[in-house]
């Protein structure tokens, strides 16, 4: 058996399979799979790899150190990183042919000595703040920088490849924002280009507007969340409705498995107190491993679900640092060591990460990310237990 009584089975299958569903929604963009964070918690490199296989020719990543790791770990595609602060390593991204976002003028200066110092041209993404009001250049300061960045192409420092910037409300499809952010977008393309500019792509689109509107679709598409078969607009439908299928389960053994009275208080405070003689079961996972405290079940309300040999149960109380319990019912027949799924991909009507989120008020992008690093991550392909991970899936199926 594994020493820890719980797992995130990933299924490499599933992401290849969504990456190619991207592709196909986005025909005419090149695709760049989205996946900082760990992978958005699933782990970066089987991911980036099943990602490439399912023909995204692009990775992308916020952090610089994670580009790095996507190299180190023997990848190939282009990769683009966009976020550093002074005094980053880009000298090592510009010699591991890292791509670089751009979006101020200390930025390019530091892009552009990097360059010197490897004797390496680097390629740059000028990042346009087109109204999130997050990272990039405003549009007032963006002429200097362009004229800036195309001196230095001219001197074979840097080469200007992208010009790109986000959406603030691309979770609300049809918000008149979004077109007018593109369109802030399209007049920064064509003064690049009147400065000078040979631009290989331009980009806005995340996996809400992959999912939702061709027309933000540009030269390229940067989809993080539905790689993972997660939608970013739940309020149109589950993944299906596009296609996509979840790719990380997160499932438990129970630990303790036992019998209360009625009238018992269960987990810390006792926010939950049983209706009847029952029994309960310990699942060895808390917020330590990411359960959000917030998905606790009290003031009479269920907490997360959780999937227990096909029925539909709830966390019972506080969720504690390492476990929460469950109410099994007076009739369960479940004993210690029964698996007990958290989330998954839903099939069977089994809970899902946006179930999850949800019952915690928040997104499912916050559930799968903040997964805690003492959960193993064990990698399928379609069933199949990946090489490897072949032992550890095996004994727990
Ligand atoms: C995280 C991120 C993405 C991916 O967003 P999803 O909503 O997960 O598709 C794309 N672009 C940028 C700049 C990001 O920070």
């Not at 996946?35 to 980036?48: E, N, R």
């Not at 282009?78 to 979006?103: F, M």
């Not at 110092?117 to 549009?139: E, S």
Request: glycine share 12%; net charge negative.
């Amino acid at each position: 058996m594994s020493t820890f009584p719980a797992r995130a089975v990933v299924d490499l299958s599933a992401v290849r399979a969504n990456a190619r569903t991207l592709g196909d929604l986005a025909p005419t963009a090149q695709l760049m799979a989205v996946v900082k964070a760990d992978a958005y918690g699933h782990g970066l490199l089987p991911v980036a790899r099943a990602a490439v296989e399912g023909g995204a020719a692009w990775l992308g990543v916020a952090q610089v150190g994670e580009a790095l790791a996507l190299r180190a770990g023997g990848i190939t595609a282009r990769v683009l990183a966009w976020l550093y602060a002074p005094g980053a390593p880009l000298a090592e991204a510009v010699a591991a042919d890292v791509d670089l976002s751009v979006a101020a003028p200390w930025a390019l200066d530091e892009v552009a000595a990097a360059a010197r110092a490897t004797g390496r041209t680097a390629r740059i993404h000028v990042k346009v703040d087109t109204g999130l009001g997050r990272n990039g250049i405003p549009p007032a300061d963006l002429p200097a920088l362009l004229d800036a960045a195309l001196r230095l192409e001219a001197e074979g420092a840097v080469r200007l490849v992208g010009l790109w910037s986000h959406l603030a409300f691309a979770d609300e499809p049809g918000h008149p924002s979004l077109h007018a952010q593109a369109d802030a977008l399209h007049a920064a393309v064509a003064d690049a280009e009147a400065r000078g500019a040979r631009l290989e792509v331009r980009h806005i689109a995340a996996s809400a507007s992959t999912l939702t509107d061709p027309a933000l679709h540009l030269d390229l598409v940067r989809p993080g969340i539905a790689l993972y078969g997660l939608t970013p607009v739940p309020q149109l439908g589950g993944p299906e409705r596009f296609g996509l299928v979840p790719a990380m389960t997160v499932e438990a053994e129970l630990a303790t498995v036992k019998r209360l009275p009625a009238g018992h208080g269960v987990s810390y405070g006792h926010h939950y107190v049983t209706a009847q003689d029952t029994t309960v079961g310990v699942v060895p996972l808390g917020y330590a491993d990411g359960v959000p405290r917030h998905a606790s079940g009290v003031d009479g309300l269920p907490g997360a679900p959780l999937g227990v040999a096909g029925r539909r149960l709830a966390i019972a109380g506080r969720v504690c640092m390492d476990q929460v319990v469950v109410d099994l019912g007076p009739d369960a027949t479940e004993v210690a060591g029964d698996r007990v799924v958290l989330f998954g991909t839903g099939a069977d009507g089994g809970p899902t990460a946006q179930d999850w989120a949800d019952a915690a008020g928040t997104i499912s992008y916050e559930i799968v990310t903040r997964l805690g690093a003492r959960v193993p991550r064990v990698y399928v392909d379609g069933g199949r237990a990946v090489s490897g991970a072949a032992r550890v899936a095996e004994e727990v199926r």
